[in-house]
């Protein structure tokens, strides 16, 4: 029931309408120019889209954000991360490119949990191939993403090397396929990028199979319109199959610091976050510093739940993009400015 009444929470927290309030942010605003809908793949005949954000202040190009929206890949679009993506446009100078993926219940509840994680590479490729056409620098990308995007943002940061543009995700290397391959193909040695900022990530998607994700306990399945099933396909189990599992988890997948280098990493999360709770996000911290990655910051956001960077409002917690989510931005918008 505990399972029941966290997910219940989370939607209520992703199912929110348009805020109305507004304050002054903490630096001036400037003009921004949106493309909206970019068709940048079509896996398996489903079109994914992205909306890019550009900056009008006049530079020859802006380092590049590129944002995986949140929803226990169950739920959601692009749109609940249309507020948060115009403002670090509009308060930053950032290209930001806010990216559709193939959910599990999407082409009649038959994508797998790998699918999306070569949706999210997908959609780097096609910004290192294309984002100079829109004002962006292509050798200067920081991935971010809330929740499930927090999880997505996590393996492209940490897990560019397991590319394979045949991608078998088995046993004994389990490539992800990107779900666009440049002209010019996957860069030897995969795909890096120089910063991540997760939010609120999913870091343990074998221990969150065990505790009830696949079951109808969990209520995405049901506002996702989905069956519940296993998120690798009906013929594994997180009980029989769990290195296939820890294959897509990103608190297993730590390689020592001699060994891979990892992107710097900012981790935000709310001190009131019962789902992906502050404990959870400082379990893999830690993994990560005791593997000798050390450029991490960490930034709890006292008194929030999850879920605080959507747009819009929620009535029934009383959370608000204006309250909740603008101070984070602000404070993600500080990081970035120290580093870029």
């Known amino acids: 029931m505990r399972l029941l009444s966290l997910l219940l929470i989370t939607c209520l927290l992703h199912c929110q309408t348009p805020g109305t309030t507004a304050t002054a942010p903490a630096s001036p605003p400037h003009e921004v120019t949106k493309a909206t809908d970019i068709s940048w793949a079509s896996p398996r005949g489903f079109d994914l889209t992205m909306d890019v954000y550009t900056p009008q202040t ?119 396929r990107p779900s666009y391959l440049p002209a010019s193909g996957i860069p030897d040695g995969g795909v890096q990028v120089q910063a ?22 969990n209520v995405f399945w049901q506002m996702g319109g989905a069956e519940p099933r296993g998120i690798l396909g009906d013929d594994y189990t997180p009980t029989d199959d769990a290195e296939r599992y820890r294959m897509v988890s990103p608190l297993y997948l730590i390689e020592p610091a001699a060994t891979r280098d990892y992107p710097p990493m900012l981790l935000t999360v709310g001190s009131e976050d019962d789902l992906t709770t502050p404990a959870s996000i400082r379990t893999y911290i830690d993994k990560l510093e005791a593997a000798g990655h050390d450029d991490l910051q960490y930034w709890v956001h006292e008194g929030r739940p999850h879920a605080f960077l959507d747009s819009g409002r929620n009535e029934f917690l009383g959370t608000e993009f204006t309250r909740d989510a603008v101070p984070a931005l602000d404070y993600m918008l500080a990081y970035l400015n120290e580093r870029f």
């Open 58 to 176: 006049d530079r020859k190009s802006y380092p590049v954000i590129v944002m995986y929206h949140g929803g226990g890949w169950l739920i959601n679009t692009k749109s609940i991360m249309d507020e948060p993506a115009a403002y670090l446009a509009r308060h930053g100078e950032y290209v930001v490119c806010n990216v559709n993926y193939r959910l599990l219940g999407d082409l009649d509840n038959s994508v797998t949990m790998d699918e999306i994680v070569g949706d999210a590479f997908g959609g780097l490729l096609w910004v290192k191939e294309h984002i100079a056409e829109y004002g962006g620098d292509p050798d200067r990308i920081i991935v971010t993403g809330d929740s499930a995007g927090g999880h997505l943002a996590a393996m492209v940061a940490t897990q560019g090397h397991r590319l394979s543009a045949t991608g078998e995700f088995a046993a004994p290397n389990y490539s992800f």
């Open 196 to 217: 991540a900022i997760l939010s609120y990530g999913a870091f343990d998607q074998l221990g969150s199979a065990l505790g009830g994700f696949e079951t109808a306990g």
